[in-house]
């Protein structure tokens, strides 16, 4: 038989449409009544009202076509088992293979876009194989092209001297005879069927043409419910993962926890390789602060540059649909080598871009279908909404903290302070009515303690009413890491007091060389001194002499003071450093008896 395009029926004298003369003058078979559509399922076809309609046209066929039908009926029976899409196809595939008794079937997946093809299912070459060819065809060149263009029954007794034919990529196996039909779900093309290599070296027949042809149309149906059952699971997959990061945003936990879980609900639901969460950097671009993948650590921390077109475009709330990010030039990422269809979608909700969700697939893999795109996008809506929402809520509890802490402040000043501060007016007054001596000393110690208390106290106060994430780089943890540091090689940890808001008052040049100063008279204490107590104060409330306001750094020991025609290099430099900002530094009596040690003043202005 020479290649030839096949639209006829195995009999063309017949008409499906009247009843035919049967054999040895018997009357003829009467025309099958149609069963109409089930009420209430729209779209979804009964199958045994395909099978009707489908084999209607066999009535007062050839004795071979008709000896057929059985196989047929347990060809359709075995294609309307079952509701998952891709096993659906699977079955398609084999049961057209065993129907037309052929070696390869295939079943090319039409994209939105009808230009090429979105999934192609195989039948009869193993993964090996499958695996040698490499990239499946895209249906955009050839004869798989030709046949998306023009949906139409072919025949072809040697494909590779068809015009349209392009040839066969490496490793792939030898096909001659072909046969291709249309699959149609609800009147729109879904795809084509491909039959290739009838067993025993034939050539595909009128029978064999008619048979698929009604296949195809019971496969449409099982295609249709399949696509819908796997829409509704979908749907509510997605449904299901939206609820799961709300509750993780909201559950007060970590932030960072809460951005894994919303990248590794991207990565379950989309099906895909990776999920990556992007929020802006300070420094501009788009940093990767959350992923759920094989090898997270490469990736987590990198910063996509301000230049990206894809960086500018998720900025300004736009998604980003690629179908392959290797080889795309929006994409400047070393990261996206690997990848191939690719989702970048904008965390946004109320005109408001916190970030961005990335879902890539690896190279090769099916593109994002357009269902997909729009459950990732409405996924990624409900993300934003559920940031927003619980970057709120931490609002509100640090709001709360903020509030109880400027209550605890107000008490500490209000009462605290004013109580203490009786009590040692009291204890004044005691003081100057006693004539014992050792009583008058007593009280007086008494009263240095309430001061030292009140001081303190007052710091409290201050630390307070500062924000805690002025806390972390602020001058105070400065001293005080200073002073934990110094503790080490002296044996025994410095005292320290802060007078006044330290934090909010001193510059950041001020504080650097301050710090300095701190850690030369703590140096010169421990390498010099031999001291036993070493007492810093840190005060901001005073008032230089030349009348600005300043602050002072004291750095008192009970150590062997500074002898005479020693060296003075390290005080030489604390003076340089406050007169480079217009203060000044000098040195007197330490707190030991008598005034013993050395006392390290060290004052710049505010």
Not at 13 to 26: E, M, N, R, V
Not at 63 to 83: D, F, I, K, N
Not at 450 to 472: K, Y
Request: glycine share 10%; charged share 25%.
């Amino acid at each position: 038989m020479s290649a030839q395009q096949s639209q006829e029926s195995p009999d063309p004298s017949s008409d499906p449409s009247q009843g035919q003369p049967g054999p040895q003058g018997q009357p003829g078979n009467p025309v099958v009544p149609v069963t109409p559509v089930t009420p209430g399922a729209p779209g979804v076809l009964d199958p045994l009202v395909a099978a009707t309609q489908a084999t209607r046209s066999l009535h007062g066929l050839s004795t071979e076509l008709t000896a057929r039908v059985p196989q047929l009926l347990e060809a359709m029976r075995s294609v309307g088992t079952g509701l998952e899409l891709h096993n659906t196809l699977d079955r398609i595939c084999e049961t057209a293979a065993e129907l037309a008794d052929a070696r390869y079937a295939a079943i090319g997946v039409v994209d939105t876009e009808g230009r090429g093809l979105s999934d192609f299912v195989t039948h009869g070459i193993n993964s090996e194989v499958a695996r040698k060819i490499g990239h499946r065809p895209d249906g955009k060149r050839g004869l798989l092209g030709a046949l998306i263009s023009h949906p139409d029954t072919v025949r072809l007794a040697d494909l590779t001297k068809d015009p349209r034919a392009e040839g066969f990529p490496a490793h792939h196996p030898l096909m001659t005879t072909f046969l291709g039909v249309p699959i149609r779900v609800q009147g729109e093309i879904f795809g084509n069927l491909y039959l290739a290599e009838k067993n025993g070296g034939g050539e595909f027949n009128d029978y064999d043409v008619h048979m698929v042809r009604v296949l195809a149309t019971e496969a449409g149906i099982a295609i249709g419910n399949a696509r819908l059952y796997e829409a509704a699971t979908q749907r509510e997959r997605w449904i299901d993962g939206s609820v799961a990061v709300t509750t993780a945003l909201l559950s007060g936990g970590d932030a960072d926890d809460a951005l894994a879980v919303v990248a590794e609900q991207a990565r379950r639901l989309a099906d895909s390789s990776a999920g990556i969460v992007m929020l802006p950097a300070e420094e501009g671009g788009m940093e990767i602060v959350a992923v759920s993948a094989e090898n997270p650590a490469t990736s987590l921390g990198v910063v996509i540059p301000a230049e990206s077109p894809v960086v500018d475009r998720l900025l300004r709330g736009e998604p980003v649909f690629v179908d392959d990010a290797s080889s795309d030039p929006r994409t400047v990422s070393k990261l996206t080598s690997q990848y191939g269809p690719c989702m970048m979608l904008p965390l946004q909700s109320g005109g408001r871009v916190l970030g961005a969700l990335v879902t890539p697939r690896d190279r090769g893999k099916r593109p994002f279908s357009e269902a997909e795109r729009t459950l990732a996008t409405q996924f990624a809506s409900q993300a934003a909404l559920a940031l927003m929402m619980a970057e709120a809520q931490r609002d509100r509890e640090r709001l709360a903290v903020f509030e109880d802490r400027d209550r605890i402040a107000r008490d500490l000043h209000d009462l605290v302070i004013q109580r203490l501060f009786a009590t040692g007016m009291m204890l004044e007054g005691a003081q100057r009515r006693s004539i014992v001596p050792e009583v008058r000393d007593g009280v007086g110690k008494a009263v240095d303690e309430l001061d030292v208390t009140i001081q303190e106290i007052r710091t409290a106060i201050f630390a307070l009413q500062q924000g805690p994430a002025e806390a972390p780089s602020g001058l105070r943890t400065r001293v005080l890491r200073e002073i934990n540091m110094a503790a080490v090689p002296l044996g025994f940890k410095p005292a320290h007091r802060f007078l006044g808001p330290i934090d909010a008052v001193v510059g950041e040049l001020v504080g650097k060389n301050l710090i300095a100063a701190l850690r030369e008279a703590l140096s010169n204490a421990f390498r010099h001194a031999e001291a036993s107590r070493i007492e810093v104060l840190l005060d901001c409330t005073v008032t230089l002499a030349d009348g600005r306001p300043g602050v002072r750094l004291e750095v008192a020991d009970d150590g062997v003071g500074i002898p005479e025609g020693g060296r003075r290099s390290g005080l030489r430099n604390l003076r340089r450093r406050a007169e480079s900002l217009g203060g000044a530094s000098s040195y007197g009596p330490g707190i030991g008896e008598d005034g013993g040690g050395t006392t390290v003043v060290w004052e710049a202005p505010l």
